[in-house]
Nanobody, 120 residues
Framework: VQLQASGGGLVQAGGSLRLSCAASGFRLNNYYIGWFRQAPGNLREGVSCMSVSDGTTYYADSVKGRFFISRDNAKNTIYLQMTMLKPEDTAVYYC??????????????WGQGTLVTVSS
């Protein structure tokens, strides 16, 4: 069972990036899956979460209207399209199950992180 995140990188403020999270060993269909991030010196926080079965989405206020979560059931993959990026979006982004929506619980299953750096 694995969640493999990719797509991070360096981008200028105002730019866009798309993160991918591919699941292996299980099907995403029955889960809430999403993205969390942790900036240096900060606590890990919820960014976006999706019910893969019905497409219900949740977003942190700080990213609403700029970030968009989506899924490709055939590829067993979710995405996070990040637009209008700001320097404060710089963080390691983690793909994880999100049974608590944007709240981190002991039931989160974590993938590895991918670093997003937004330069001003």
């Amino acid at each position: 069972v694995q969640l493999q995140a990719s797509g991070g990188g360096l981008v200028q403020a105002g730019g866009s990036l798309r993160l991918s999270c591919a699941a292996s060993g299980f099907r995403l269909n029955n889960y809430y899956i999403g993205w969390f991030r942790q900036a240096p010196g900060n606590l890990r926080e919820g960014v976006s979460c999706m019910s893969v079965s019905d497409g219900t989405t949740y977003y942190a206020d700080s990213v609403k209207g700029r970030f968009f979560i989506s899924r490709d059931n055939a590829k067993n993959t979710i995405y996070l399209q990040m637009t209008m990026l700001k320097p404060e979006d710089t963080a390691v982004y983690y793909c994880a199950t999100c049974p608590g929506k944007l709240v981190i619980t002991t039931d989160n299953y974590w993938g590895q992180g991918t670093l997003v750096t937004v330069s001003s």
